[in-house]
């Protein structure tokens, strides 16, 4: 089954679960809530629009010509008001879409990161960087005899052994990598 919010990703059931999943995670639970909500309010809006309308018709019939322009003025810059409502909420949604986009990737690098899987080519992308930690590296000969790629626990098995790393090196190697998950 596909997740509920509509972005086409299929929901993976929990071994166990009483209840059927509808969403892939909280996120997407929190992106149809929010399109629930807007779609509310704009059809609210469009109701309320209506109503004005309604109103108009019927106090068209008793009314003199000049109450109606007045009316029909007030109308139109509750419409406008409406409207530019309805642009900032297309806005905010629109920028929310875009966080959230930039938060799944952010996630998708510490995921990344945490599986440790990939083999990349951190020897090369360091020597571009202007870090301490390039200088204590690649000063050394063993450094040079390092394969052109890697995995990141094969790094930091040798920043420990071989180069007797601080933690605060460590704490920088770690920064480096996810800056070259970024860059992959």
């Known amino acids: 089954m596909d997740c509920k919010c509509g972005c086409g990703q299929p929901v993976e059931e929990k071994p166990g679960g009483h209840r059927q999943r509808l969403f892939v995670d909280d996120a997407h639970k929190m992106r149809w809530h929010r399109q629930q909500q807007q779609s509310d309010q704009h059809e609210a809006l469009l109701a309320e629009l209506e109503q004005l309308r309604q109103i108009i018709k ?3 019939q ?3 010509y000049t109450s109606m322009l007045t009316e029909l003025v007030e109308l139109r810059q509750r419409v406008h008001d409406q409207e530019k409502t309805l642009t900032r909420l297309e806005t905010e949604k629109t920028e929310m879409v875009s966080e959230l986009s930039r938060l799944y ?3 998708d690098v510490e995921r990344r990161f945490l599986e440790d899987k990939e083999k990349l080519p951190f020897k090369s992308f360091l020597k571009k960087q202007g870090s301490p930690l390039k200088e204590k590296l690649c000063s050394d ?3 040079a005899q390092l394969l052109p790629k890697e995995k990141r626990r094969h790094y930091e098995y040798r920043l420990r052994v071989h180069w007797h790393c601080t933690e605060e090196e460590l704490q920088e190697f770690a920064r480096l990598w996810r800056i070259l998950l970024l860059q992959s």
């Open 141 to 143: 000969e063993y450094f």
């Open 58 to 60: 019927e106090q068209a």
């Open 105 to 107: 990737h952010r996630l």
């Open 62 to 64: 008793g009314h003199t």
